[in-house]
């Protein structure tokens, strides 16, 4: 798993620029970032982890922000704040988002480990980072891979 540290204010653009939204997540995720971190789309991989600065996520409400990041397989992504719109998208589509006052003591590379439920990040060594805590039903549909896999489970369960 790798971390990789991101500036205050990334916004939707930046993560799902405009020029590509006329394609599907498989093109949108090629340029993801590219503004901002050209070596992202290429290099990350399943499991990383993005550690942000304040407001990530600002600007438009497209979807296609949280669901690149999904997409491209990345676990969590921690900051001090996130748009609204953003948080609720990203936990729409199964994207788990760790508020955290402290994120800025995170370094690119750093390595960790991160339980939402507890609410905490704890780095190689042995600092814990507190997290805001999650309501647990948002943390469930983050483990059923967002809104509509937990529906359909749900429908599955109650009318197989």
């Given amino acids: 798993m790798r971390t990789w540290r991101l500036p205050a204010d990334v916004d939707t653009d930046q993560l799902a620029p405009g020029h590509t939204m006329k394609h599907g997540l498989d093109v949108i995720a090629r340029h993801c970032l590219e503004a901002v971190r050209p070596d992202f789309a290429a290099d990350v991989q399943p499991g990383d982890v993005i550690v942000a600065g304040a407001n990530f996520g600002i600007g438009s409400s497209r979807e296609q922000a949280a669901g690149v990041l999904v997409h491209l397989g990345v676990a969590t992504v921690i ?17 788990l988002l760790l508020t955290c006052p ?20 704890t780095l190689a060594d042995g600092r814990m980072l507190p997290t805001e805590p999650i309501p647990g039903f948002l943390l469930d549909m983050v483990d059923a891979g967002g809104l509509l896999p937990q529906l359909q489970k749900r429908l599955a369960r109650e009318h197989p």
């Fill in 79 to 95: 900051a001090p704040s996130f748009a609204g719109l953003y948080f609720r998208n990203a936990f729409n589509l199964g994207l």
């Fill in 102 to 121: 402290r994120a800025g003591e995170i370094d690119d590379g750093t390595s960790l480990q991160f339980d939402a439920r507890a609410g905490r990040v």
